[in-house]
């Protein structure tokens, strides 16, 4: 069975940093995009990051860009997201899920397993 945990999740003041990590396991991830979603109240599920199996190439959605920074260690199964400069805008449930392929998808129904999610919040 599938299991992503996420991790790393917790309040912090504006301007701060946070790392997530997800961890993965149930199965090989050889080929697997991994990815990173954001949920705050009231509002719907939002791509934040992914990245390749290969690390090669990585996606972000432009209000995150410059500020967080995705990156993966395939020998530990494992996923990251680095949260720099962080605003209160930010604060949000952040999941990470899988997608088999190549190519990154910024839609959330193209990815097929799902952690539960870690809190982050950013005060003023």
């Known amino acids: 069975q599938v299991q992503l945990v996420e991790s790393g999740g917790g309040l912090v003041q504006a301007g701060g940093s946070l790392r997530l990590s997800c961890a993965a396991s149930g199965r090989s991830f050889v080929g697997y995009v991994m990815g990173w979603f954001r949920q705050a109240p009231g509002k719907e599920r939002e791509f934040v990051a992914a990245i390749t199996w290969s690390g090669s190439t990585t996606r972000y959605t432009d209000s995150v860009k410059g500020r967080f920074t995705i990156s993966r260690d395939n020998a530990k199964n494992t996923v990251y997201l680095q949260l720099n400069s962080l605003k209160p805008e930010d604060t949000a449930v952040y999941c990470c899920?899988?997608?088999?392929?190549?190519?990154?998808?910024?839609?959330?129904?193209?990815?097929?397993?799902w952690g539960q999610g870690t809190q982050v919040t950013v005060s003023s």
């Open positions: 899920a899988t997608r088999y392929g190549a190519t990154i998808s910024y839609r959330a129904q193209d990815y097929n397993d």
